[in-house]
């Protein structure tokens, strides 16, 4: 029998006000190169992803087109992100990350990976497990994909979830 629901909403309430703490600390201890927090999530998506379209890279984000075209504006303006023209539509344009904007994104994801090493090596071994069992539970209910959760690359993902037979024979 599933939980009350007032149970279920004070759970939530935790349950979010620890991850905006733990967000907030990894954002403020582990750079972003002076980088607003959508910039830098919306940076990180162009890493991953590129290249991709305004469209959906607003889509990935969850914000709207206009939105998404003032913060991809911003980290062109930066030197971060470079458009050029959709081979299979030259009324679009495709976004990627510059070789400043790649390295920014993996600097700063190195010195978070490693203030979340550092603070899973704290607890014990059973406890990281928990906590590992927990994201994945919590990330399955928002529907997130293995490959993006864990950062695998795409021709690296389990077959089921994102590779494609042009993408598992390109990868290294």
Sequence with gaps: MPPERSTATADAALVYHRLAQITRALRTRGGQGGLTAGAAAT??????????????????????????????????EQGLVERTVDPDDARARLFSATEVGVELIGNARSARASLVADALERLSEADRTTVGKGLAL???????????????????????????????????
Excluded: N
């Design 138 to 172: 919590l990330a399955d209910a928002f529907g997130l994909d293995e490959a993006c959760i864990y950062d695998i690359p795409a021709g690296d993902a389990p077959a089921e979830k994102t590779a494609t037979p042009e993408k598992t024979a390109a990868a290294p």
């Design 43 to 76: 940076l990180w998506t162009i890493v991953k992803h590129s290249p991709i379209r305004l469209s959906a890279l607003a889509q990935r984000e969850s914000v709207t087109p206009p939105t998404m075209s003032r913060i991809v504006a911003s980290l062109e």
